[in-house]
């Protein structure tokens, strides 16, 4: 399981796995002013996936994205002020 070896962002996991979304999320979120920490989740293995893709909600401290890899996910929360304006910024399509 591929992962990149990121800076200590918030808690104890200094890694996230290894695709587009993640890549693209955890690196764009560390510039945005309006965020405050990033929570990197255990990396867990699944079975039966076979794509790249993330889901992501609104919770009380900020976003919650669950990104999929084809073999695990792991889960990633954004510490923001403003989940909204975050959210958008990063490209993040939230559920409704």
């Keep these: 399981m591929a992962k990149y070896k ?4 918030r808690g104890s996991h200094t ?3 290894d695709n587009p979304w993640a890549k693209k999320f955890v690196r764009m ?3 945005e ?3 405050r920490g990033i929570n990197l989740g255990p990396i867990r293995r699944l079975s039966g996936r076979t794509k790249s893709d993330y889901s992501a909600k609104i919770v009380p ?3 919650e994205l669950t990104i999929f890899d084809s073999s ?7 510490h923001t002020t403003c ?13 409704k």
Aim: positive net charge; charged residues 20%.
């Design 72 to 78: 695990s996910k792991q889960l990633v929360i954004i």
């Design 15 to 17: 890694t996230y796995l």
């Design 83 to 95: 989940p909204e304006r975050t959210a958008l910024a990063l490209g993040i399509a939230l559920k």
């Design 33 to 35: 002013p309006t965020v």
């Design 61 to 63: 401290v900020g976003i």
């Design 6 to 9: 990121g800076g200590k962002s």
């Design 29 to 31: 979120a560390r510039k």
